[in-house]
């Protein structure tokens, strides 16, 4: 596990030289949501924990264009170590995600005076979570058993997801009032328990997803 933690640091340093066009890119997808969604604060709930699903072909197309998947061959270096490192280094973007999205949460319900539920806020923000990681758990298998070249259409699966309620929400009487939601108004052993199934979503879905992975990229012929 610590040589999976080194190879997921290396990751992100090598994230942060080409990070700012995907910063860009996260900011308008951030604002077109927030739009979208009539200024709604939760909105921002919704999106941002999904953004690192429009970035998961990044590492696997700088190994393609710089073989390093020949490198990592030849190095004393496991598949096993790749995978679980590429892994970690999902997940901690994701939850710098979530984590992201809570403080955006709270500054634009500060400066637009809209009201926020702290466990609405939360849940939005866990749900969110949930379905990236279902997203990364279908998305980092495939990347792994065919590489970039032959999975590249797999970066068409989050836009599709994504636009599809954006679109939706432009229809009239589309657009969701989340205001008129009292989230106190539910037990709170329901909102305790529907935390603890979109956890342990995420949880089976990002160990499916090492499990698969390891088995696919042991398999792999260069």
Same mark, same amino acid.
């Given at each position: 596990m610590t040589n999976a933690i080194v190879f997921a640091r290396l990751e992100l340093a090598a994230f942060r030289v080409n990070?700012? $066009? !995907? /910063?860009? !890119?996260s900011a308008l997808v951030a604002m !077109?949501?927030?739009? &979208? &969604?009539?200024? #709604? $604060? /939760?909105?921002? %709930? %919704?999106?941002? @924990?999904?953004?690192p699903v429009f970035f998961v072909t990044y590492p696997f197309l700088t =190994? #393609?264009?710089?073989?390093? =998947?020949?490198?990592?061959?030849?190095? @004393? /270096?496991?598949?096993?170590t790749v995978v679980l490192g590429r892994h970690l280094f999902f997940l901690a973007i994701q939850l710098a995600s979530g984590v992201l999205a809570l403080a955006l949460l709270a500054a634009t319900a500060a400066a637009t005076g809209r009201p926020l539920e702290p466990r609405l806020a939360t849940l939005a923000t866990m749900a969110s979570l949930t379905a990236g990681s279902v997203l990364l758990a279908i998305?980092? @298998?495939?990347? +792994?058993?065919?590489? +970039?070249?032959? &999975?590249?259409?797999i970066a068409?699966? @989050? !836009?599709?997801?994504?636009?599809? $309620?954006? %679109?939706?929400?432009?229809?009239p009487g589309g657009r969701v009032r989340f205001d008129t939601f009292d989230p106190t108004a539910l037990p709170p052993s329901l909102l305790l328990a529907a935390g603890g199934v979109l956890l342990s979503v995420s949880v089976v879905a990002w160990v499916i997803s090492a499990l698969v992975s390891v088995r696919v990229y042991a398999g792999r012929r260069f």
């Open positions: 990070a700012w $066009p !995907m /910063i860009l !890119m !077109m949501t927030w739009v &979208s &969604s009539r200024q #709604e $604060p /939760i909105g921002l %709930a %919704a999106v941002l @924990p999904l953004l =190994d #393609e264009r710089g073989h390093h =998947d020949l490198l990592y061959a030849t190095l @004393p /270096i496991r598949r096993q998305q980092l @298998p495939l990347l +792994f058993w065919l590489g +970039f070249a032959k &999975s590249r259409w068409l699966l @989050p !836009m599709l997801v994504f636009l599809t $309620p954006v %679109a939706l929400m432009q229809l």
